[in-house]
């Protein structure tokens, strides 16, 4: 991040998804369960700021295709943004979702993306319910959670997994 870059924060619930069997490979550096990977996640910011941009209960969404493991790239992505953002609000959420304003994870969109599609403003719905929480965007993206089960018994399985050196984790 050079000196000229805008400082920014947020502290956000976030919500994210992906097409793979648990375990998401891609953190792994292995291939994707179905060989490509297709991701979603949302944030539904409690408190930011880009620069005196305030922030403070807006959305902000992404969806991205790689046709192999995502650390291979060539990925196309879309960013969803909360249509009640006024303009510099859009314009701060795109610089942050873009890897303009640096940080993670968002710089990591920007490697592994070679074709952005035009961002949508859509109207974000959250239903946080612990590990059974879902989030909407617009129309075209809906991301619901579960805990794992145990395939034998079917019970919720707790799982903690440490990994330090993984995609985005």
């Not at 870059?5 to 619930?13: G, I, M, Y």
């Not at 998401?24 to 994707?32: K, Q, R, S």
């Amino acid at each position: 991040m050079s000196a000229t870059t805008t400082k920014w924060f947020f502290e956000a619930d976030y919500l994210q998804a992906c097409n793979c069997d648990y375990g998401c490979p891609c953190e792994f550096e292995a291939p994707p369960t179905k060989g490509f990977c297709e991701g979603v996640g949302a944030w539904r910011i409690i408190s930011g700021k880009y620069g005196d941009v305030v922030l403070d209960g807006l959305a902000l969404g992404f969806s991205v295709h790689t046709p192999g493991p995502m650390h291979k790239g060539n990925g196309t992505g879309a960013f969803f943004i909360d249509e009640r953002a006024t303009a510099p609000q859009r314009e701060a959420l795109l610089k942050i979702a873009s890897g303009q304003a640096g940080g993670m994870p968002f710089e990591i969109f920007a490697a592994i993306t070679t074709k952005a599609l035009p961002p949508q403003y859509v109207k974000f719905e959250f239903d946080l319910k612990g590990r059974n929480s879902s989030a909407r965007m617009g129309k075209a993206v809906t991301i619901g959670l579960e805990p794992i089960k145990n395939p034998i018994s079917g019970a919720p399985e707790e799982i903690r997994v440490e990994h330090a050196t993984g995609v985005i984790f």
